[in-house]
């Protein structure tokens, strides 16, 4: 079955330090890959994709990501973050057949030290 | 509106009642999803609609939950006898045919069951 998993539940890092958020999948085929970030109260807001063609990725508010075949990765990552990044970021897995469901990992919560 | 809407954003209600949750997609979006988000669960898929298609019900939880889209528009998922462990933010998520897998989200609503 597909899964997703996010291996920290929670980073903290300092303002204007880079990030890299880690997520790996598993997925019979080529996946459509995704990150969202959810804000406190807030919905899903889409920050990158990844379909096919180049694997690293440009996104919003300065992400970008990575896709590695070989080790069935997607890691998300941000050279400098500012306090507004704090929130929590669910890596996604889009299947291609039947439904077009996303399946979610657990999501890692940002916190931000000024 | 420009995005993904459901309404009420808070439902607190008792154990054993039924309630009713509403998503307005995005105009024009054909396809329609809806997960659940919970502490012990993460997000999860429950329903998808896809234009005039039998629905993928493959992820509602139980013969408690039903939902549907009337005039491939507006959509109600429906919580029969609810339990406390329905108690969670629901998603709402719309899509277009042109941005496949893309999927924009609502603000949830958050349901509280006593």
């Known amino acids: 079955a597909q899964s997703v998993t996010q291996p920290d539940i929670h980073i903290t890092v300092s303002e204007g330090a880079s990030l890299e958020l880690r997520c790996n999948y598993s997925?019979?085929?080529?996946?459509?890959l995704f990150w969202y970030v959810q804000s406190p109260g807030q919905g899903l807001q889409l920050l990158l994709k990844y379909f096919s063609g180049d694997t690293l990725v440009q996104g919003i508010k300065g992400f970008e990501a990575e896709f590695k075949r070989s080790q069935s990765s997607f890691n998300l990552r941000k050279p400098s973050v500012h306090w507004s990044d704090a929130a929590e970021y669910f890596c996604?897995?889009?299947?291609?057949?039947?439904?077009?469901?996303?399946?979610f990992g657990q999501g890692t919560r940002l916190t931000i030290n000024p | 509106g420009a995005g993904v809407s459901q309404s009420p954003s808070n439902k607190v209600t008792e154990k054993g009642k039924d309630v009713e949750l509403r998503c307005d997609p995005i105009s024009g979006h054909t396809a329609l999803y809806w997960y659940r988000q919970s502490l012990g669960q993460g997000l999860e898929f429950l329903i998808y609609f896809q234009g005039n298609s039998a629905p993928d019900k493959s992820g509602l939880p139980s013969d408690r939950f039903s939902a549907e889209r009337t005039g491939g528009s507006v959509s109600t998922l429906t919580i029969q006898r609810t339990q406390q462990e329905d108690s969670a933010v629901y998603l709402c998520a719309s899509s277009s045919r042109a941005g496949y897998n893309e999927q924009f989200f609502g603000p949830g609503t958050r349901l509280t069951v006593l």
């Open positions: 997925y019979g085929a080529t996946p459509y």
């Open positions: 996604a897995v889009g299947l291609i057949q039947g439904a077009q469901k996303l399946v």
